[in-house]
């Protein structure tokens, strides 16, 4: 039987919200922050994938497992990740100072803070935890 111990590494000034940890697309575990898990198996590979929120998370990562394997969870450090989230609205809300000025300027920075978000939000929700075998 194999060991794989499931790590989320503590992190301060981030929310206790629990991270999902799936095993071939079956839910296997629950992580809080700073909090480790072992899980016993019998196959020799599996198919792991974090989620935070039910909605942001990892890609999946087949992993062949040794005899004793640890998976460090964490979030994906990018600048799309930590930065374009937050630049929707603050472009939205920057756009009011234009709207008397120039109305062009305004519906540009309001469609633009949108397709940003929705971009960092839908189109990399696979992006934002990252697995690391050791």
């Not at 039910?54 to 394997?69: I, P």
Request: charged fraction near 20%.
């Amino acid at each position: 039987m194999k060991t794989i111990a499931l790590h989320r590494p503590l992190v301060k000034g981030y929310n206790d919200n629990k991270f999902s940890i799936y095993f071939d697309g079956k839910l296997v575990a629950k992580l809080r922050n700073g909090e480790t898990k072992e899980i016993k198996t019998e196959k020799n590979s599996v198919e792991i994938q974090a989620k935070y929120l039910n909605w942001f998370g990892s890609e999946k990562q087949l992993t062949d497992l040794q005899k004793n394997t640890t998976i460090d969870i964490g979030l994906q450090k990018s600048f799309i990740n930590q930065t374009l989230i937050f630049t929707g609205p603050v472009l939205v809300a920057l756009s009011t100072l234009f709207y008397n000025q120039s109305k062009a300027i305004f519906f540009s920075l309001i469609l633009l803070g949108i397709v940003a978000f929705i971009y960092s939000c839908v189109y990399r929700k696979n992006k934002w935890l990252k697995l690391t075998s050791r």
